[in-house]
Each structure stands twice: as C-alpha cells, then as structure tokens.
Nanobody
C-alpha cells in the first residue's frame, strides 16, 4: 500500500522557518522524482519544488527560489522541504507527490500558516 505522509506544518511568524517532511512507503522510492505542491484557499494547486530520483537536481517555482530547499534521503525514503524567510503568501496546504511517469502518488497534505 502506497503511503506519503507529510508532517512538519504549523503556524509560524513572517520571516520564520519550517521544515516539512514526507515519509514514503509502498513503492520503490529511489525510482521516483519527488515534488512539493501547495494550495492556498480559493486557489489552484501550484508547483513549489522538485527533486530528481537521485536528489542530484532540483528546481523551484520562482516565488520560492532562494528561500526553499528540497532534499531527499533515499535510505529512509523521505523527502524534505526546508522553508526559510516565510511570507504570509506562503500560507497553504503543502502536498508531496511521487512521480514516475505515468504513475504518480499524492500525500494528504500538511497546513502551513504564516501569520503574526
């Protein structure tokens, strides 16, 4: 049974940091690219960051470039999103996604709220 379980969300003040985790099981993690998406209230889900299967390449949405870092540990089958210099507009539910075309899996999401 495939599982992607996000954790690490919460309430943080502007300028603060959070690290999200996504623990994967039920599939061959090292064969899948891993991605983070987010969805703010009333908005469509949007791409945030991606890491290739080996973790040697990453790409980011322009809105988070220089503030967020995606990295993965293929031994413990977990992908992370380190979020620094958080802004109120980063408030959203954050989802991880495992991709090996045409197959993909989604996690259930974790809420991040940036507010003073």
């Amino acid at each position: 049974q495939v599982q992607l379980v996000e954790s690490g969300g919460g309430l943080v003040q502007p300028g603060g940091s959070l690290r999200l985790s996504c623990a994967a099981s039920g599939f061959t993690f090292r064969d899948y690219a891993m991605q983070w998406y987010r969805q703010a209230p009333g908005k469509e889900r949007e791409f945030v960051a991606a890491a290739n299967s080996l973790g040697t390449d990453a790409r980011y949405a322009d809105s988070v470039k220089g503030r967020f870092t995606i990295f993965r540990d293929n031994v413990i089958t977990t992908v992370y999103l380190q979020m620094n210099s958080l802004k109120p507009e980063d408030t959203a539910v954050y989802y991880c996604k495992a991709v090996r075309n045409p197959t993909f899996y989604w996690g259930q999401g974790t809420q991040v709220t940036v507010s003073s």
